[in-house]
């Protein structure tokens, strides 16, 4: 007699994490992106022309966004393929930091 064998439970499926870790990295990410608004602009408005924008600080801020963003993604296996992984943590992290900064220049301007 052959002994019933089921089979393997499936593993569980990660990516539902991403609807909690997406909102939470995108609230996180404003920070950067203010930062990257104060040292594109300064407190005054973007039309004073008092001082030049620092622009090694506003790419900076805005890396530091990308990264903000694109890790959690990256880091959380919901795909098996990593270069998926990370071309899409890359992606949504350049459409957060250049969204955002352009947003925000927009509403400050």
């Known amino acids: 007699m052959i ?3 089921a089979p393997p439970a499936p593993p569980p499926a990660l990516w539902p994490h991403l609807l909690w870790i997406v909102p939470i990295t995108l609230f ?5 992106v203010m930062f990257a608004l104060f ?27 990308i990264v903000l963003v694109g890790l959690p993604v ?10 998926l992984r990370v071309g899409v943590a890359v992606a949504a992290g ?3 930091a250049v969204g955002g900064f352009l947003l925000a220049l927009a509403i400050h301007w």
């Not at 996180?28 to 950067?32: A, E, G, I, K, N």
């Not at 040292?39 to 966004?65: H, K, M, N, R, W």
């Not at 990256?74 to 270069?83: E, F, Q, T």
């Open 3 to 5: 002994p019933d064998i």
């Open 94 to 96: 350049i459409v957060v």
């Open 74 to 83: 990256y880091l959380l296996p919901w795909a098996d393929n990593r270069k």
């Open 39 to 65: 040292a594109y602009c300064g407190f005054g408005t973007c039309t004073d022309g008092d001082e030049s924008p620092d622009i090694p600080a506003v790419l900076q801020f805005l890396a530091a966004t």
């Open 28 to 32: 996180l990410s404003r920070y950067p």
